[in-house]
């Protein structure tokens, strides 16, 4: 497979979306991922609509280029088998509570012994030095311990809510991709494996007090925490004459353009409030109403090309509709049809990265629960009769058909 992962064996031992998503996100990158299921098979099979059963719509997205072997690893046989394929792989990833993986017989201890120059990397819901490291963790609950309930209450109506999407869940998982090629890199000049963790609330902490901190940086504290800008309640996308649009007028030059192209010469030089970005940003309230004011009073399209006329950044606001026409996104072909072998014409996103020395290239639709457990046997070995005996037993589950 193409793309500068190409050759890295990874087992996927994830369920939900945190782990899914960092190791599509290395299927995406060219490794070879191969997706260990519980004979039930991955719980997002089941969210959203689909046209068969276990093939829902979420799970086609975030699990595109893996193959899947569906072991019950409870089965002291489904151990073995995983066991062996963790001889071959370079890199394991999980998101079960480590108490479960030692239970299995599965912790890093035991795959180290089988292979020494393994990256075993566990997603965690905490960092496994304090007591909260035995929990269950899942995005909601991250979401709201790490603040951003709180900030979203403070910028609206007072009451905590999450954002609409799992974001604590994509962005533990892109560090965790980082993490896992950081320590491929470390393997490369050590020759040996190692541990990693990656915890989704010190995470998720560190992601959101990177703006928030604030005057909380210093000892004593110099203001109660937060930035100011990002707080304010007219952030927000500008209501115009017939809808909304997205714009930041950020820097001194980006100030003086629009002020020129909105009629307004001296502003900045006459009104302190305006004067600098410092200025700006302990005005910000004052200044995002104003703002908000003279944006009802062109349409859309009108503000779209003068803010792109005056080079200033612009953007209209989306729905789950309109994205799809999108003229940068239908020129770069961001948006894909392929056919799934069991579900049809389906909507497929383009890789989002690109690299100009090991391209990526297509990879093969989301697999059916099982759809490869008999050809991963027969790759590590196992014979015709063996696999035969594993399926038999429920130690092995293969796509039925």
């Not at 089965?75 to 071959?88: K, M, S």
């Not at 998101?95 to 990397?121: E, F, H, K, S, T």
């Not at 940086?217 to 927000?236: E, I, K, V």
């Amino acid at each position: 497979m193409p793309g500068p992962l190409a050759g890295i064996r990874v087992l996927d031992l994830t369920t939900v979306l945190v782990g899914p998503y960092c190791t599509q996100l290395l299927a995406e990158m060219g490794a070879e991922v191969t997706k260990v299921e519980a004979p039930e098979g991955d719980m997002v099979r089941l969210i959203g609509p689909g046209r068969s059963p276990g093939m829902g719509g979420m799970f086609l997205t975030i699990n595109r280029g893996k193959r899947s072997i569906a072991l019950d690893l409870k089965r002291p046989e489904a151990r073995g088998v995983l066991l062996r394929l963790a001889e071959a792989a370079d890199v394991l990833v999980t998101n079960i509570r480590p108490a479960a993986m030692a239970r299995l017989g599965l912790d890093y201890p035991a795959l180290r012994a089988v292979n020494p120059r393994l990256v075993y990397a566990a997603v965690l819901g905490y960092g496994q030095g304090g007591p909260y490291a035995p929990r269950p963790a899942y995005d909601d609950l991250m979401q709201g311990a790490s603040g951003i309930a709180h900030l979203q209450a403070r910028t609206g109506d007072g009451t905590p809510r999450y954002a609409p999407l799992a974001m604590a869940d994509r962005i533990t998982g892109l560090a965790a991709v980082g993490v896992i090629n950081a320590a491929l890199v470390h393997r490369e000049r050590a020759g040996e494996g190692q541990l990693v963790e990656v915890p989704m609330f010190e995470t998720m902490l560190n992601f959101v007090l990177g703006d928030h901190l604030g005057g909380k940086t210093f000892d004593p504290p110099l203001d109660a925490g937060g930035y100011g800008r990002l707080l304010s309640p007219d952030r927000r996308p500008y209501r115009t004459r017939d809808g909304h649009v997205c714009t930041m007028i950020y820097n001194d030059r980006q100030w003086r353009a629009f002020c020129a192209a909105v009629g307004w010469p001296d502003l900045v030089s006459t009104d302190p409030r305006f004067a600098s970005h410092a200025t700006r940003t302990r005005h910000i309230d004052e200044v995002l109403a104003m703002l908000a004011e003279e944006f009802r009073k062109r349409s859309t399209a009108e503000w779209m090309d003068l803010l792109t006329t005056a080079d200033l950044p612009v953007m209209p606001v989306h729905t789950l509709d309109s994205i799809f026409e999108d003229p940068h996104l239908l020129a770069t072909g961001f948006f894909g049809r392929e056919e799934h072998p069991s579900e049809g014409p389906i909507t497929r996103m383009a890789v989002p990265f690109t690299f100009s020395a090991s391209p990526t290239g297509d990879r093969a639709p989301a697999p059916r629960l099982g759809e490869h457990s008999a050809a991963i046997l027969r790759e590590a070995g196992y014979s015709e009769p063996e696999i035969a005996t594993l399926l038999k037993s429920g130690a092995v589950r293969a796509e039925a058909g």
